[in-house]
């Protein structure tokens, strides 16, 4: 399975626009790239997911690079409740048993300032 | 509410019992999964479902077993086996493997 590499913590302010990097160098053509955040104590919720366009929702935004080997979640202004670790998961695609598998690395602990 | 539940919250067990933890649905979504977490570390996925009737192995199923005898049911057992028990397990869920995936409370068991 391709891998990602994230920092291991980042800090913010609130309301201060949050990058968290993540490289996927060994990504291939067919790997959905995913983020996910989880707060203490609870199960993780689903953000946001991109394959090769920049994409934005309610929560974030992801910006992918051309070449697929890197990409960063946006969070344009964070603020306390977005603390929590943010893990970066490829994600395969097309048929078989591994359809659909997350594998979850350590992430990155976002810890936000007032 | 649509979601997914899971219960307990907590669990306690002496060591060499089994023990079965609930993961329920009214999502009417076709895949589930099973994941562990131990501290300070990410999730690493026990067992998984694509559909009802049939479930895979995922990295780490030794010790453990699964049933999916109905669509929005998919229950863990944490049998004797398993040589470290002690964990955050998680149950989660997506309309079709592949998409998104939605996750329970989770369940912290506790072997003493």
């Known amino acids: 399975d391709a891998k990602t590499t994230q920092p291991n913590s980042m800090e913010s302010n609130e309301e201060e626009p949050v990058h968290l990097p993540c490289n996927h160098s060994?990504?291939?053509?067919?790997?959905?790239i995913h983020w996910y955040r989880q707060l203490p104590s609870q199960g993780p919720e689903y953000v946001i997911h991109?394959?090769?366009s920049n994409v934005n929702n309610r929560m974030a935004s992801l910006a992918i690079a051309e070449d697929r080997k890197s990409s960063t979640l946006i969070l344009h202004r964070a603020t306390l409740r977005d603390a929590a670790v943010y893990y970066c998961?490829?994600?395969?695609?097309?048929?078989?048993?591994?359809?659909?598998?997350?594998?979850f690395g350590q992430g990155t602990i976002l810890t936000v300032h007032p | 509410d649509g979601g997914i539940t899971q219960s307990p919250k907590y669990l306690f067990r002496k060591e060499g019992q089994n023990v079965t933890l609930s993961c329920e649905q009214n999502?009417?979504?076709?895949?589930m999964y099973w994941y562990r977490q131990d501290p300070g570390q990410g999730l690493r996925l026990i067992y998984y479902s694509q559909i009802v009737n049939d479930f895979q192995k995922g990295d780490i199923a030794e010790g453990y077993s699964v049933s999916r005898e109905k669509k929005e049911s998919f229950p863990l057992t944490v049998t004797s086996a398993q040589k470290n028990p002690t964990a955050f397990y998680l149950c989660a869920s997506s309309i079709s493997a592949g998409r998104e995936q939605f996750f329970g409370p989770g369940t912290r068991l506790t072997v003493l």
């Open positions: 998961i490829l994600r395969v695609i097309g048929g078989g048993t591994s359809y659909g598998k997350l594998t």
């Open positions: 991109g394959l090769t």
């Open positions: 999502l009417n979504h076709d895949a």
């Open positions: 060994t990504i291939s053509g067919t790997d959905y």
